[in-house]
Protein backbone atom coordinates (compact mmCIF):
# COMPACT_ATOMS: atom_id res chain seq x y z
CA UNK A 1 0.00 0.00 0.00
CA UNK A 2 1.26 3.37 -0.74
CA UNK A 3 1.20 6.15 1.11
CA UNK A 4 1.44 8.45 -1.78
CA UNK A 5 -0.90 10.13 -4.09
CA UNK A 6 0.01 9.33 -7.34
CA UNK A 7 1.17 12.02 -9.32
CA UNK A 8 2.62 14.04 -5.83
CA UNK A 9 4.75 16.35 -8.15
CA UNK A 10 1.90 18.22 -8.65
CA UNK A 11 1.53 20.04 -5.23
CA UNK A 12 5.33 20.92 -5.26
CA UNK A 13 7.25 24.05 -5.50
CA UNK A 14 10.64 24.23 -5.09
CA UNK A 15 11.93 27.01 -3.31
CA UNK A 16 14.04 29.64 -4.89
CA UNK A 17 16.93 29.83 -2.83
CA UNK A 18 19.56 32.51 -3.26
CA UNK A 19 22.48 29.88 -3.32
CA UNK A 20 22.22 28.39 -6.54
CA UNK A 21 24.45 26.75 -9.38
CA UNK A 22 25.10 30.32 -10.63
CA UNK A 23 27.58 30.72 -8.32
CA UNK A 24 30.09 27.52 -8.99
CA UNK A 25 31.11 29.74 -11.98
CA UNK A 26 32.79 31.63 -8.69
CA UNK A 27 34.50 28.68 -7.34
CA UNK A 28 37.82 27.95 -7.62
CA UNK A 29 36.58 24.06 -8.75
CA UNK A 30 33.33 23.34 -10.30
CA UNK A 31 31.44 20.88 -8.53
CA UNK A 32 31.02 18.10 -10.75
CA UNK A 33 29.22 14.13 -10.45
CA UNK A 34 31.76 11.87 -11.34
CA UNK A 35 29.74 9.17 -12.67
CA UNK A 36 31.61 5.73 -12.59
CA UNK A 37 30.22 2.42 -14.76
CA UNK A 38 31.19 -0.53 -14.66
CA UNK A 39 30.42 -4.63 -14.24
CA UNK A 40 31.36 -5.47 -10.61
CA UNK A 41 35.02 -6.45 -10.09
CA UNK A 42 35.64 -3.98 -13.12
CA UNK A 43 37.83 -1.40 -10.37
CA UNK A 44 34.68 1.53 -9.66
CA UNK A 45 35.14 1.53 -6.23
CA UNK A 46 38.91 1.05 -6.09
CA UNK A 47 39.53 3.83 -8.30
CA UNK A 48 36.62 6.17 -6.73
CA UNK A 49 38.85 6.03 -3.51
CA UNK A 50 42.01 6.51 -4.92
CA UNK A 51 40.10 9.77 -6.38
CA UNK A 52 39.05 10.91 -3.99
CA UNK A 53 42.03 11.03 -1.88
CA UNK A 54 43.80 12.90 -4.83
CA UNK A 55 40.69 15.25 -5.67
CA UNK A 56 40.88 16.00 -1.17
CA UNK A 57 44.76 17.04 -1.84
CA UNK A 58 44.13 19.56 -4.35
CA UNK A 59 41.55 21.39 -2.35
CA UNK A 60 38.29 19.80 -3.49
CA UNK A 61 35.38 19.09 -1.05
CA UNK A 62 34.32 15.66 -1.95
CA UNK A 63 31.40 12.65 -1.82
CA UNK A 64 31.47 9.08 -2.19
CA UNK A 65 28.50 7.14 -3.37
CA UNK A 66 29.14 3.30 -3.71
CA UNK A 67 26.58 1.13 -4.69
CA UNK A 68 27.38 -1.30 -1.73
CA UNK A 69 26.81 1.39 0.84
CA UNK A 70 23.12 2.94 -1.25
CA UNK A 71 22.01 -0.91 -1.08
CA UNK A 72 22.65 -0.66 2.74
CA UNK A 73 20.19 2.09 3.48
CA UNK A 74 18.71 4.83 0.72
CA UNK A 75 17.83 1.68 -1.17
CA UNK A 76 17.58 -1.06 0.80
CA UNK A 77 13.81 -1.63 -0.45
CA UNK A 78 15.08 -2.63 -3.75
CA UNK A 79 15.89 -5.64 -5.56
CA UNK A 80 17.78 -6.62 -8.65
CA UNK A 81 15.31 -6.38 -11.15
CA UNK A 82 16.02 -4.05 -13.89
CA UNK A 83 12.91 -1.94 -12.57
CA UNK A 84 14.51 -1.58 -9.28
CA UNK A 85 17.63 -1.48 -10.50
CA UNK A 86 16.39 1.91 -12.97
CA UNK A 87 15.03 3.30 -9.24
CA UNK A 88 17.86 2.73 -7.39
CA UNK A 89 19.91 5.06 -9.90
CA UNK A 90 17.25 7.58 -10.01
CA UNK A 91 17.61 7.93 -6.47
CA UNK A 92 21.05 8.08 -6.42
CA UNK A 93 21.23 10.66 -9.29
CA UNK A 94 18.74 12.95 -7.25
CA UNK A 95 21.27 12.41 -3.70
CA UNK A 96 23.98 13.38 -6.33
CA UNK A 97 22.52 16.09 -7.73
CA UNK A 98 21.64 18.00 -4.32
CA UNK A 99 25.23 17.24 -3.11
CA UNK A 100 26.50 19.04 -6.45
CA UNK A 101 24.11 21.74 -5.47
CA UNK A 102 25.40 22.14 -2.27
CA UNK A 103 29.21 22.74 -4.21
CA UNK A 104 30.54 19.52 -3.55
CA UNK A 105 32.21 16.96 -6.32
CA UNK A 106 30.76 13.78 -6.38
CA UNK A 107 32.12 10.36 -6.96
CA UNK A 108 29.29 7.93 -7.84
CA UNK A 109 30.63 4.36 -8.20
CA UNK A 110 27.61 2.25 -9.55
CA UNK A 111 27.18 -0.46 -12.06
CA UNK A 112 24.20 1.28 -13.19
CA UNK A 113 24.15 -1.65 -16.14
CA UNK A 114 21.31 -0.01 -18.69
CA UNK A 115 22.10 3.41 -21.19
CA UNK A 116 18.97 4.34 -20.67
CA UNK A 117 19.27 4.56 -16.55
CA UNK A 118 22.48 6.43 -17.10
CA UNK A 119 20.90 8.76 -19.78
CA UNK A 120 18.17 8.87 -16.72
CA UNK A 121 20.84 10.16 -14.10
CA UNK A 122 22.43 12.34 -16.70
CA UNK A 123 19.33 14.30 -16.79
CA UNK A 124 18.52 14.43 -13.36
CA UNK A 125 22.07 15.99 -12.64
CA UNK A 126 22.50 18.04 -15.99
CA UNK A 127 25.20 17.08 -18.77
CA UNK A 128 27.45 19.90 -17.93
CA UNK A 129 27.75 18.54 -14.40
CA UNK A 130 27.47 15.14 -15.04
CA UNK A 131 31.53 13.19 -16.69
CA UNK A 132 30.09 9.79 -17.23
CA UNK A 133 33.40 7.61 -16.56
CA UNK A 134 33.47 4.06 -18.42
CA UNK A 135 35.72 1.48 -15.73
CA UNK A 136 36.23 -0.73 -18.65
CA UNK A 137 37.52 -4.74 -17.47
CA UNK A 138 36.48 -7.38 -19.87
CA UNK A 139 33.94 -10.27 -18.08
CA UNK A 140 36.54 -12.70 -17.92
CA UNK A 141 39.01 -10.24 -16.11
CA UNK A 142 36.49 -9.29 -13.76
CA UNK A 143 35.74 -13.01 -12.55
CA UNK A 144 39.78 -13.84 -12.22
CA UNK A 145 39.69 -11.02 -10.06
CA UNK A 146 36.08 -11.59 -8.20
CA UNK A 147 37.29 -10.12 -4.72
CA UNK A 148 33.64 -10.52 -2.96
CA UNK A 149 33.33 -14.19 -4.64
CA UNK A 150 29.90 -13.29 -6.11
CA UNK A 151 30.82 -14.37 -9.72
CA UNK A 152 30.90 -17.65 -8.53
CA UNK A 153 27.95 -17.53 -6.78
CA UNK A 154 26.04 -16.16 -9.43
CA UNK A 155 27.46 -18.74 -12.18
CA UNK A 156 26.14 -21.25 -9.30
CA UNK A 157 22.68 -19.90 -9.49
CA UNK A 158 22.47 -18.36 -6.07
CA UNK A 159 22.56 -14.98 -7.12
CA UNK A 160 20.19 -14.25 -9.37
CA UNK A 161 19.82 -10.78 -12.36
CA UNK A 162 23.85 -10.42 -11.78
CA UNK A 163 25.52 -8.50 -14.29
CA UNK A 164 27.17 -9.94 -16.82
CA UNK A 165 25.74 -13.30 -16.00
CA UNK A 166 22.26 -13.47 -16.56
CA UNK A 167 21.36 -9.70 -16.66
CA UNK A 168 22.65 -6.93 -19.32
CA UNK A 169 25.10 -4.46 -18.99
CA UNK A 170 25.10 -1.82 -21.73
CA UNK A 171 28.44 -0.52 -22.65
CA UNK A 172 28.66 3.13 -22.93
CA UNK A 173 28.86 4.62 -26.30
CA UNK A 174 30.67 7.94 -25.71
CA UNK A 175 31.81 8.05 -21.74
CA UNK A 176 33.56 11.00 -21.32
CA UNK A 177 36.44 9.40 -19.77
CA UNK A 178 37.01 5.11 -20.24
CA UNK A 179 39.73 3.48 -18.51
CA UNK A 180 41.12 0.47 -19.56
CA UNK A 181 42.01 -1.02 -16.51
CA UNK A 182 43.63 -3.96 -17.80
CA UNK A 183 46.05 -1.26 -19.33
CA UNK A 184 45.53 1.61 -16.32
CA UNK A 185 47.19 1.09 -12.69
CA UNK A 186 44.67 2.71 -10.61
CA UNK A 187 47.15 5.72 -10.33
CA UNK A 188 47.30 6.19 -13.80
CA UNK A 189 43.67 5.96 -14.04
CA UNK A 190 43.27 8.44 -11.63
CA UNK A 191 46.49 10.87 -13.28
CA UNK A 192 43.51 10.35 -16.63
CA UNK A 193 40.62 11.43 -14.66
CA UNK A 194 42.40 14.75 -13.37
CA UNK A 195 43.77 15.47 -16.47
CA UNK A 196 40.52 15.95 -18.26
CA UNK A 197 38.70 17.30 -15.02
CA UNK A 198 41.25 20.12 -15.40
CA UNK A 199 41.06 20.39 -18.89
CA UNK A 200 37.75 19.77 -19.79
CA UNK A 201 35.73 20.70 -16.99
CA UNK A 202 36.98 22.99 -14.59
CA UNK A 203 38.25 25.53 -17.95
CA UNK A 204 34.56 25.99 -18.78
Known amino acids: MSYFPDSPSQNLHAFAFSHGRAEHSRMAHKPVVIWMTGISASGKSTIADALDVALRKKGRMTAIIDGDSVRGGLCRDLGFTEGDRDENIRRVAEV????????????????????ASRHCARSIIGNAFFVEVHVDAPLETAEQRDPKGLYKKARAG?????????ARYDLPVFPEVHLDTRALSVERSVETLLDWLAHNHDRT
Open 96 to 115: ARLMLEAGLTVIVALISPSS
Open 158 to 166: LIKHFTGID
